[in-house]
């Protein structure tokens, strides 16, 4: 199984980006997604997460009404919309799937993609 995040880059605050994790070599339909970051220094905190069909979803405090995670089964594909990003919220970010919910510990993780949020 492998996981391959993209959609990370350079942003000004306030803007957006999408990121995706497309999952390749297994079908990942009944497995929750997962989507994680790591600052410079920082230890990595989870950030988002959705259940098998996507009725299902928790976000960290710091980003409740600014991210929205999502998932598209017949792609095998995981979504983070960022909007009104802040310099905060620059950091390494992780996609990641588990086959349990509420989502304890996952099985496969992507490499990541780089978010840097600057003026």
């Known amino acids: 199984v492998q996981l391959q995040a993209s959609g990370g880059g350079p942003v000004q605050p306030g803007g957006s980006l999408r990121l995706s994790c497309a999952a390749s070599g297994y079908n990942l339909n009944y497995y929750a997604f997962g989507w994680f970051r790591q600052a410079p220094g920082k230890e990595r905190e989870s950030v988002a997460a959705v259940n098998w069909s996507g009725n299902s979803k928790t976000y960290a405090e710091s980003v409740k009404g600014r991210f929205t995670i999502s998932r598209d089964n017949a792609k095998n594909t995981a979504f983070l919309q960022m909007n009104s990003l802040k310099p905060e919220d620059t950091a390494v970010y992780y996609c990641?799937?588990?086959?349990?919910?509420?989502?304890?510990?996952?099985?496969?993780w992507g490499q990541g993609t780089q978010v840097t949020v600057s003026s």
């Open positions: 990641a799937a588990g086959s349990r919910w509420p989502a304890r510990d996952y099985q496969y």
